[in-house]
């Protein structure tokens, strides 16, 4: 059966992890300031299920959505994962709505992998990324340890988090980097250099809050224009112009509603012309 998601094409994260390149962020499933249990918890797992019905094999959380609500839903929404790549994240901890603090210590991103494997109820974790790294530790002591957790099997590939080149390299040096995950968006480009560089290297790149087009999309400018040409919604434009920037680009949009979800999956079969493209891209650089 075809899909939507089926015209954003595929990317093989590492030698054998092939998605599609339109993913879903599971981080809007959870409570306000992304802390605590959903207004409604069985409307977040039929979106999950929805994002499924549409195409959708790439699903990406953190421990520390919630913190853990995201996993638990996933696992009840969707295990056991039938050809769905479910990536998740630790190293940061929460003590309340919209605080996040950096924990790097190799101790405790063990005890991060193994409880996201708990939670999700699988014996492999498909993708794990360092959400940050803690300028505490030393990157090369937090991805030991859970290098040493991929080399037992707990682990298939690793990634990383909000980093700059310098830092992948220097990660690269541990372990072997599939993918990078930076905010990036049609109105701020400021990882454009990560994502050059994951492009040379075939490295996944993974725009977080990959929808936000900045002063394009206010009404009567060039982004409000086109999105009326198309017949289509600001954010299927700005997730088409993420599709078309890049071959690595693995945009994730994130909602707690499944009319939002279908639209956002509906972005794939938008298509830009050249000059279009041309055009946004000229406007988001200036």
């Known amino acids: 059966m075809t899909t939507p998601i ?12 092939e998605v599609h390149r339109l993913g879903y962020g599971a981080m809007r499933l959870t409570g306000d300031g992304i802390w605590g249990e959903p207004k409604d918890r069985e409307t977040a797992k039929q979106v999950l299920r929805r994002a499924v019905e549409l195409g959708v094999d790439f699903i990406d959380t953190a421990d520390s959505y919630g913190p853990f609500i995201s996993e638990d839903l996933i696992r009840e929404a969707l295990h056991p994962y039938d050809h769905v790549v479910v990536a998740t994240k630790g190293g940061l901890t929460r003590s309340g709505p919209d605080i996040w603090e950096q924990v790097g210590r ?65 990660a690269r040096q541990v372990i072997d980097v599939v993918s990078v995950q930076n905010l990036y968006n049609l109105g701020n480009r400021q990882s454009e250099e990560v994502l050059d560089y994951c492009e040379r290297e075939g490295i996944g790149f993974i725009p977080w809050f990959p929808v936000a087009a900045g002063d394009l999309a206010k009404p009567g400018g060039l982004l409000d224009e086109m999105a009326k040409d198309h017949h289509a919604t600001h954010a299927q434009l700005a997730l088409a ?12 949009p994130g909602t707690s509603s499944v009319a939002h979800l279908e639209e956002n999956c509906a972005a794939a079969t938008v298509e830009l012309s050249d000059s279009e493209y041309d055009a946004l891209s000229a406007a988001a650089a200036a």
């Open 6 to 17: 089926a015209a954003s094409g595929t990317f093989s994260l590492g030698k054998d992890l």
């Open 106 to 170: 190799p101790e405790y991103l063990r005890q991060c992998v193994h409880m996201s494997l708990r939670r999700l109820g699988v014996e492999q974790i498909d993708l794990w990324q360092l959400h940050r790294i803690d300028a505490q530790v030393p990157v090369e002591e937090s991805l030991g340890a859970v290098k040493a957790l991929q080399d037992e099997g707990k682990i298939k590939y690793l990634g990383l988090s909000e980093v700059t080149v310098a830092e992948i390299e220097q």
């Open 241 to 252: 112009w993420l599709l078309r920037r890049s071959p690595v680009m693995l945009p994730i």
